[in-house]
């Protein structure tokens, strides 16, 4: 299978550090796929190199089009929808404004995401006509994913979307990211709760230092690769593991 997105020993950096190294991953239409790694392990800066925020070497590649020299904007025309870190939405506009100015496209079809949006998270429905500021941590995240979703993205790059919500809305951020790729959007998620992403990812990507540790079916996370990825420890911790609620089925 070609894959919507083939990245290539991907590689970037910030002057002489190095924060990816050489990645090469394949999403394909409908597919969720969490990016877990521990903070600094390069899941941003993967992120950022798709989009061509930063400069990278190595190839991304979307729908068969090289992305090598292609501008943000355009890639964002083809198809790449982005989510950063913090949910970003006008807080002075209401909800319907947030969304309606997240599309260029034709009234009919804006009407018809819009809709689409609201079927996602009827909490948006509901306050649709309050201004963002006055949302919750949890209904403004949705908010920001709705503005995406606006510009009818064929691959959704989400940026820890569950930091500092209640476990409640986290499930409920993530239900939709599952939603999401269930209707044919590809979604690479990034994320630091490893339990959370694990039980609605298709598949798994772990980053350590820049580097894929282990990219496959969530159910075939090996324990020790999440062990590594998180604490670093290769052949297990003393006292336990830390970390035995983070896989499926936990
Ligand atoms: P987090 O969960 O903290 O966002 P992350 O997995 O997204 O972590 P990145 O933000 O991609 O990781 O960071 C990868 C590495 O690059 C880290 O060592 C980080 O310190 C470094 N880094 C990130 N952004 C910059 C920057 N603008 N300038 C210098 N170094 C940076």
């Given at each position: 299978m070609s894959g919507l997105l083939r990245l290539d020993g991907l590689t970037a950096g910030y002057g002489g550090a190095t924060a990816l190294d050489g990645v090469s991953l394949t999403l394909v239409p409908g597919e969720a796929v969490a990016l877990l790694g521990a903070n600094g392990a390069g899941k941003t800066t993967l992120m950022k190199a798709i989009l061509g925020l930063v400069p990278a070497a190595g190839r991304v590649a979307f729908d068969g089009t090289?992305?090598?020299?292609?501008?943000t904007e355009r890639r964002v025309r083809l198809g790449l929808g982005y989510v950063p870190e913090?949910?970003?939405?006008?807080?002075?506009?209401?909800v319907r404004d947030n969304l309606e100015v997240a599309s260029f496209a034709a009234a009919a079809r804006r009407r018809d995401r819009m809709e689409r949006v609201f079927a996602l998270f009827p909490q948006l429905r509901v306050k649709a006509?309050?201004?963002?500021?006055?949302?919750?941590g949890g209904q403004q995240q949705m908010l920001a994913i709705g503005r995406a979703l606006m510009g009818e993205p064929r691959l959704l790059l989400l940026d820890?979307?569950?930091?500092?919500?209640s476990p409640k809305l986290a499930a409920e951020v993530f239900a939709a990211v599952r939603a999401i790729a269930d209707s044919g959007t590809a979604v690479l998620v990034a994320e630091q709760s490893t339990a959370r992403a694990l039980a609605v990812a298709h598949r798994v990507a772990l980053l350590r230092l820049g580097t894929l540790l282990h990219d496959g079916p969530a159910e075939a996370l090996p324990p020790d690769a999440l062990r590594a990825a998180f604490l670093g420890v290769p052949g297990g911790v003393p006292g336990g593991d830390p970390l035995a609620d983070a896989r499926p089925g936990g």
């Open positions: 090289d992305l090598a020299g292609v501008p913090g949910r970003r939405v006008f807080p002075g506009m209401s006509a309050d201004t963002a500021w006055r949302l919750s820890e979307p569950s930091l500092g919500l």
